[in-house]
């Protein structure tokens, strides 16, 4: 029998639906196996267990566990994960996990198994730099954010898609976790006591108060492109050839600077885990993300354009100047609320060390401090390097 109201998958149902889907041949030996962290969604891998070939069955649930509480969260979010993927796939195939399958009542997507890459935040974590990250993820968010904007499709269309990606569940997570909690005395907030001058510090900073103010206004308000909304390290699978990105569930309409935002502040924190010497080929990235993203965007504008005024001198300098000094700012908010926020990154809780933990985690709210309050006066992602060494 196969469910048409929604319930929580098992290992067997996954298998079920793999067969009934007629994802592999009839009489497959098959296994499967929950392979998810297990805070929002499963994920069941199930494999032939003779040619060891796997699909991903990824199923929303309908609360989100956190910290032994539970709280209600909307399923759509699977449909807009599926659906974010197909729309990705339409302009870089390469980047995104195939989708065979989705079902909106059972809140699933069904999708090409990509355990042969590895999580980038793990191998980041083991030391690894992965040469090709940045050419790929610039490629990605300059390919995604140009044509589903104003300047690269029928803007009407547009008004559609944004319509079909409205998001106030996770947008609402990422708008208290990311831009409010963090930055007042919040319950959700996870820090050790050591550090509790440090963060009364910055909940005192009308300074810096102001400034994710305006950082989270725009994220409330500004629907430039299609962005994937929880680009983290986490959210990409990397080998040293290739790419892909998952897991795209808080994607909405959004600031063009908010994925490279967060992409930057995952390597950093990164950086912030690593020995100086080890450091470099992480602001080598960023330097690459913002060059591969600018220059592959720019492209696109002055072939691809469909605004009348795309042609307006200094039109388009002046989206990417807003984009960078945005991305910046966003960067900020995401290292402070990854330090002391709900959700924290192996990164810096890895660091097995005390003091030296406590140590990058200061480091770690002082750079997201300067970064939030000198966004604008950075010219350029190389300048990130010096912010980083007054910092630390
Ligand atoms: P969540 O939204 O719960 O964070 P993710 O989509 O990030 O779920 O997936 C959680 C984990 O499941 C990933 O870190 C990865 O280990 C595994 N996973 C997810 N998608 C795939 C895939 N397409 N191929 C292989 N493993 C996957
Ligand atoms: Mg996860
Ligand atoms: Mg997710
Ligand atoms: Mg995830």
Redesign the pocket.
Known sequence: SHPTVYEPLTEQGAISLAVRLGLFPEGTPLACRE???????L?F?VVDQQTKK?I?V?QALPYAKVVGESWPLTLKRAVIESNALRTFASYVPQYV?KVYYSDESLAITV?????H?Q?ARKGLIEGKTYPLLSQHIGEFIAKTSFYTSDFGMNQQEKKQLAQSFVNPELCKITEDLVFTDPFFNHETNNFEDELRDDVEALWNDDKLRLEVAKLKRKFLTEGDALIHGDLHT??I?ASDEET?I??P?FAFYGPFGFDIGQFFANLLLNALSRPEQQQEPLFAHIDKTWDVFATIFSDLWRTHNVEPYAKTEGLLEDVLHHTFIDAIGFAGCEVIRRTIGLAHVADLDGIEDKEERLQAKRYALRLGRSLILQRETLSSTKEIRSLFAQTV
């Open positions: 392979i998810g962290d297990g805070n929002l969604n994920v891998r796997g991903i990824k996990p999708m090409e198994d990509l355990s890459l999580i986490g959210s699978f892909k998952i897991d569930e």
